[in-house]
T-cell receptor, first 111, second 117 residues
Framework: DSGVTQTPKHLITATGQRVTLRCSPR?????VYWYQQSLDQGLQFLIQ???????AKGNILERFSAQQFPDLHSELNLSSLELGDSALYFC??????????FGDGTRLSIL | AQSVAQPEDQVNVAEGNPLTVKCTYS??????LFWYVQYPNRGLQFLLK??????LVKGSYGFEAEFNKSQTSFHLKKPSALVSDSALYFC???????????????FGTGTLLAVQP
């Protein structure tokens, strides 16, 4: 058990909809990272927050947004969903620049 | 551009034999390198890292990795493979364009390790 909790584990929705994925980092970790894993794109870094502030941005679409709250949990919001957004979305956390610890992911399926 | 290459999509090895999963990198400056393992329907698990120091890094579950600066490689090794080692292995390098409390990782495409009994 990595100590990183992601909910929900599975999400099925339709095109055009909006969803929110939630992540609770390991106790004491200030950094939260979001990744997208798909067969065609592999593992892609989306965004990182450190203690509530955006720290690094990767290949994140404008339809996607994230935030980290004062209690350090984070949410990834995906809107105007398209079929191509179907993927596994992982959250990871770390102490500063240390090794990242991953949650088990949210599997998003767009019908 | 910074990148990581895992040239083998799949590695097959018999149980008890040594295994090697290859990784090469291209990054400016001194690389911070990582290996992660992913089991089915699970997130990635950290195995080991190289930042500086001894070129042979020991990690979890008996794995080790050898850093070779001249060949820009960071191959993952284990002296004796177990069937339970069968999983997807990812090599990653820290993006040097970020510093401080940022550990943005660039991942390779992954190598599926299959250990036959």
């Amino acid at each position: 058990d990595s100590g990183v909790t992601q909910t929900p584990k599975h999400l099925i929705t339709a095109t055009g909809q909006r969803v929110t994925l939630r992540c609770s980092p390991r106790s004491g970790d200030l950094s939260v990272y979001w990744y997208q894993q798909s067969l065609d794109q592999g593992l892609q870094f989306l965004i990182q927050y450190y203690n509530g502030e955006e720290r690094a941005k990767g290949n994140i679409l404008e339809r996607f947004s994230a935030q980290q709250f004062p209690d350090l949990h984070s949410e990834l919001n995906l809107s105007s969903l398209e079929l191509g957004d179907s993927a596994l979305y992982f959250c990871a956390s770390s102490v500063g620049a240390g090794p990242q610890h991953f949650g088990d992911g949210t599997r998003l399926s767009i019908l | 551009a910074q990148s990581v290459a895992q040239p083998e999509d799949q590695v097959n090895v018999a149980e008890g034999n040594p295994l090697t999963v290859k990784c090469t990198y291209s990054v400016s400056g001194n690389p911070y390198l990582f290996w992660y393992v992913q089991y089915p329907n699970r997130g990635l698990q950290f195995l080991l890292k190289y930042i500086t120091g001894d070129n042979l890094v020991k990690g979890s579950y008996g794995f080790e990795a050898e850093f070779n600066k001249s060949q820009t490689s960071f191959h993952l090794k284990k002296p004796s493979a177990l069937v339970s080692d069968s999983a997807l292995y990812f090599c990653a390098v820290r993006d040097p364009n970020y510093g401080g409390a940022t550990n943005k990782l660039i991942f390779g495409t992954g190598t599926l390790l299959a250990v036959q009994p």
